[in-house]
């Protein structure tokens, strides 16, 4: 999946300029002349960062990030605004926006904080990835060996596991080597360390 910069400034000069500056640095890039121009282009496919003007005609930008948020659009954005939109940009900031710049600004200050952004979007999406890889692997446990899971992280024996299920030590040991195998685990530790690392709804 190729990540990319995506630009949306009504103002022409300003996106040429911007594109060329992200060009000339190896940065991908893609250009909107609008917000309602870029939700046409959104699919959940999209990664990277967005660089957004706060104030366009039509749709605004903070408009078009309060509606990202509300399908669900997780890519950081970084505000672009003018003197009198500084206020309106904090705003952003504090509901979840990855930064803001006044214009005109410093392009080097600027690309650095785009490069944080982009790696910031890629571990985002790293985590969610194994955190689904996760929950798809707590799916296939059987109801026994969640049970034996519980207990397992609760730290306790095999001898108390199988006394608490009304089973035997026989059986809490072939359900604790599957579960294991399931999660792609060797010890217990390993089982709570990727647990806590990925914290996930239990089935």
Known sequence: MTSHVYIVDDDDAIRDSLSWMLQ???????DFPSAEAFLD??????????????RMSGMSGNELFEILRERGCHMPVIFLTGHGD???????LKGGAFDFFEKPCDDNQLVDRI???LKFDEEQRAAAATAESIGARLNRLSTRERQVMERVLAGKLNKVIADELHVSMRTVEVHRSSLFEKMGVKTAVEL???LAKNPVKMP
């Open 41 to 54: 282009s959104l699919t959940p496919s999209l990664s990277g960062c967005i660089l957004l003007d706060v």
């Open 192 to 194: 709570a360390q990727i």
């Open 24 to 30: 000339s640095r190896g940065i991908s890039c893609r």
């Open 86 to 92: 500084v206020p309106l940009a904090v705003s952003a």
């Open 115 to 117: 490069v944080e952004a």
